[in-house]
């Protein structure tokens, strides 16, 4: 069985002008959205403040739960519906938990008991204090950045360094769009969105390597052919299994958003945009790349050996 | 088949033996995370300065003694925070005390003099701070332990954590607040005197004497956790006698089923509370635990057989609990609750059958596109998949590696990429074919142009998931050791056991074609 017929011969870098126009307009979106938003809309992993997550035994309407926590006066609080009717998730502020001894969650738990009695269980409880919250965020936004360090070495030590860098670029590219993809939709960002965000980084640069693998290969075989002409052959010569492998992992994502319960539902999600962005950008971000660096040192070798040559010709003149 | 095939499957199913002898049962072997099992995670900072603090006042007592044994007139001793400002009635005996600090109290150091030499201000050296501030946190950790060995959690751990914090798993606990409540109490049991002179209303409303507190005894409906009374008492500062000195607590059931807890004093404690109640026979002494006050009965005649008992309004388990806090001793400083992650079981047990169901669902759609796509290479490819999870499981479960819900991720991220090395190890031999190539000599190629490729999509991925384990936390941590063991699976799988096939496939016979 085959999708593709044998040999495709998609003119894909002519079109890269269209695409970086695409890319820099999802990738402003994303900045605009987060400029708007005051940053990512951290979840409690980050921000820190307490999640309970209860589950009533009969549909329990919403407002009866917020009458309940409201009177309690904790500022900024919310419930939202949490897959059924019967769970809720309620998050309140954190406060100075050492100064008091009953905990927010305790706080909340003993104010829905006096109301619902034994109708409700208790699934989750979640508190993340602020000090915890912002060490996490900052050991998470040192991880994305020493992974793309580590990454930058290994791929300028088996490939040149000009592939490393378009690597990196497309790369930096898709955490971008999925995280602007989550402020646009007002979703939350968790460490599991954030472990999605590193694995779409591990599977975007697993996409591009095989592309830049095929690049070198055939700047070996292919001395001579123009370079645009040798990326669009490597770009279709990768095109059936890019297309198979985004397509299989996009089954077993799908499988997971569908399958996998709320608790890893936005996890999926990332992983289901990632797919997508990260597909496109090692095709339409990380080759054009390679290409104007290619003009762009050919044409600074160029400008430096005519101004070679002229000198040598005005030094030729002077003697 | 020739040698090469054969110690080739030798190895293979080597591999994959040791694998299923480590992973199996899985159920017993494979470690569930909090989140798939239901149980709850904390983190606690202990409060280590406060154990500073406390310990410099004792220590500054036992200095003011000292140089009152030597003859030193002093008007006061005075801390604040983490100094100690003595103070002299004649300044010349200012020689005395730093004598005394350079021979005697070589964990003191003189900070600060004022011009006449009338006050010195001395704290603890850096390096005294330091061993008192880590004492405590040992201590506490060894409290922790004694308390969560006692309340009966199968597996907890409990493990110091950067400078001062310590972090707790208690895996399969139910009852969250009751836990809670026995690891966070700091258990400083005193025994004060209740200052009668005053009513404890008068001193609401005039306010308190310098020299008591006024404290409360709460009553909580047992039922409803309602406070449903809180009587004040008026009470001596003054420590009599601290819990440091009891070799025993038990719970025991009164004549009324009423539940309190019993305590023995070790030899020294039954003679100090000996010497107290003889003293003090007609007065009420409080028993305050962390700042409430339990019960304040009246001493009606000298205590001497080594017990006593703390009475109140309590249930047997918060008895129990009280008991245990009491034997495995008092915190040194109090924690402060940083972090908390409790999962109920039932939705644990939702949250693994989920996982489990679309990592199943995911995986057999790939298993059957695969078999279908490239026939034959399909069906090897499917193999190795499985070989490839076996191997996976067999890891974890030997490194004690803990399955959590983005490890299951982890898992199905792996079956993608160990898909894609298959794949580009197909398209590669269906391009030399295209090209005219024979079976034997496209396969060839085939492997060993991809396995470049391979390389370097896997080390890439592992340099990732490397750096991710580095800097993660928890469950970014799990799905970073699912994946790099994954993908070293991976490496072996679809390079090495695929290529074994494929060669026991073709064996000695000449296809013309190969249907992939």
Known sequence: MQFLKKETNIDFLSKRKIAFGVSFL????????????????????????????????????????????????????????????????????????????????????????????????????????????????????????????????????????????????????????????????????????LAAVLTIIGYSLNDTIVVFDRIRENLRLKRGMPIEALLNLSVNQTLSRTILTSGFTMLVVVALFFLGGEVIHDFAFALMVGIVVGTYSSIYVASPIILYWEQIVLKKKEAASKAGAVKAKKKKEGQ | MNRTIGWRL??????????????????????????????????????????????LDGEADGLRKFLESKGVVLTSVARENETVTISLAN????????????????????????????????????????????????????????????????????????????????????????????????????FRMVNEQFSPIEAE?????????????????PITKKPTDKIPFLIYKKVEMTGALLSNAQVRVSDLSMPYVSIDFNREGARVFGDLTTASVGKRMAIVLDGNVYSAPVIREAITGGTAMIEGSFSYEEAKDLAIVLRAGALPAPLIKLEERSVGPSLGADSIRQGVLSALVGGALVVVFMLVYYRIGGLIADVALVFNIIILMGAMAYFGSTLTLPGIAGIILTIGIAVDANVLVFERIREELNMGKTVRAAVEIGFSRAFLTILDTHV???????????????????????????????????????????????GSRRLANLNI
């Open chain 2, 91 to 190: 300044a010349a005996q200012s020689v005395e005390v730093e004598k005394a600090v350079s021979d005697t109290y070589g964990n003191f150091e003189i900070i600060g003099r004022s011009a006449d030499k009338s006050r010195l201000t001395v704290a603890y050296t850096a390096t005294w701070r330091k061993s008192v501030f880590n004492n405590a946190i040992e201590q506490a950790l060894e409290t922790l332990r004694n308390r969560v060995d006692q309340f009966g959690v199968a597996e907890p751990t409990i493990q110091r954590e950067g400078d001062n914090r310590i972090l707790i798993q208690l895996p399969g606990v139910q009852d969250r607040e009751r836990a809670i409540n026995l690891i966070g109490k700091t258990a400083r049991l005193e």
């Open chain 2, 460 to 506: 890439t991925t592992i340099v990732g998931a490397i750096v991710l384990f580095q800097f993660g936390t928890g469950p970014i941590k799990g799905f970073a050791i699912t994946l790099s063991i994954g993908l070293i699976a991976s490496m072996f799988t679809a390079v090495f056991v695929s290529r074994t096939l494929f060669m026991i496939y073709l």
């Open chain 1, 26 to 193: 999802m990738v402003a979106i994303s900045i605009i959205s987060l400029a708007a938003h005051g940053g990512p809309n951290y979840g409690v992993d980050f921000k820190g403040g307490t999640i309970v997550q209860v589950k009533f035994r009969d549909a329990t309407p919403i407002s009866q739960v917020r009458d309940v926590v409201g009177s309690l006066k904790m500022g900024d609080f919310s419930i939202q519906e949490y897959g059924s009717a019967q769970e809720m998730m309620i998050r309140v502020p954190v406060i100075d938990e050492a100064k008091s001894g009953e905990t927010q969650a305790q706080k909340v738990e003993t104010a829905l008991r006096q109301k619902f009695g034994a109708k409700f269980s208790v699934e989750r409880v979640e508190m993340v204090g602020p000090k915890v919250g912002s060490d996490l965020r900052w050991k998470a936004l040192l991880a994305v950045f020493y992974s793309m360090i580590g990454i930058l070495i290994y791929l300028a030590f088996r490939f040149e360094f000009r592939f490393a860098v378009g690597a990196v670029l497309a790369t930096i590219h898709d955490p971008l769009v999925i995280l602007g993809a989550f402020s646009v939709l007002d979703k939350e960002f968790t460490l599991t969105v």
């Open chain 2, 205 to 221: 409303q005039k306010g308190v004497p310098s020299d008591s507190d006024l404290l409360y005894e709460r009553k909580v409906d």
């Open chain 2, 10 to 55: 030798l190895l293979t199913f080597a591999v994959v033996a040791v694998s299923m002898f480590f992973a199996l049962p899985l159920d017993k072997k494979i470690n569930l995370g909090l989140d798939l099992q239901g149980g709850m995670h904390l983190v606690f900072e202990v409060d280590a300065d406060k154990a500073v603090a406390s310990s």
